[in-house]
């Protein structure tokens, strides 16, 4: 009578067991269901969970009825055959899982070397542009300048003939106009 009542929490444990792998085997199986190893491996799964839940009910079913023994050599056997076949269909799936994120990790790596590459195509033409502008810019202002220094050198000889001429139309026209003037 003693073991009549020990079975209730047993099977609350087992229900609330079976609730938690039911759900995550639910989440887990919309992923792995992408290949047909993985609903192979997933039906594997799902035939030991089958197969382990009457073994269950009975065994908790005789233990029900006071025949410690019976149950217990019932779980060593029955049970325990049922539970290696399910530890192996999760064992199966877990390698798949991890096949599937080494191929995702390895995808991952070549869009972020990819991405890498472009980044530093994007930086380098940024550089020979900037390159380019800068030079650019050094030509615009030095040319007038150096034609500005020139005059200024024959002048400091005693030259005062010496004009600027240049073509733009800028500040450095406004200067040689008036450098022109003096």
Avoid at 150 to 177: I, K, P
């Amino acid at each position: 009578r003693g073991h009549v009542g020990c079975v209730v929490p047993y099977e609350r444990l087992i229900a609330s067991l079976d609730h938690d792998i039911d759900k995550r085997w639910a989440a887990y199986r919309s992923d792995s269901m992408a290949s047909a190893e993985g609903t192979d491996a997933a039906r594997q799964f799902e035939g030991a969970r089958t197969a382990a839940a009457p073994l269950i009910a009975k065994t908790l079913a005789i233990l029900g009825e006071g025949h410690r023994q019976e149950a217990t050599d019932l779980a060593l056997h029955g049970l325990a055959a049922a539970f290696d076949a399910e530890s192996a269909a999760i064992l199966r799936n877990v390698t798949l899982v991890e096949g599937t994120a080494g191929q995702q990790f390895k995808a991952a790596e070549a869009r972020h070397a990819r991405t890498f590459e472009i980044s530093l195509g994007i930086i380098v033409a940024g550089l020979v542009v900037l390159c380019v502008a800068g030079w650019l810019l050094f030509r615009a202002v030095m040319g007038p300048l150096g034609k500005l220094v020139a005059a200024v050198e024959v002048m400091r000889r005693g030259d005062f003939s010496q004009r600027v001429s240049l073509t733009r139309r800028d500040e450095f026209t406004t200067l040689a106009d008036g450098f022109n003037a003096m």
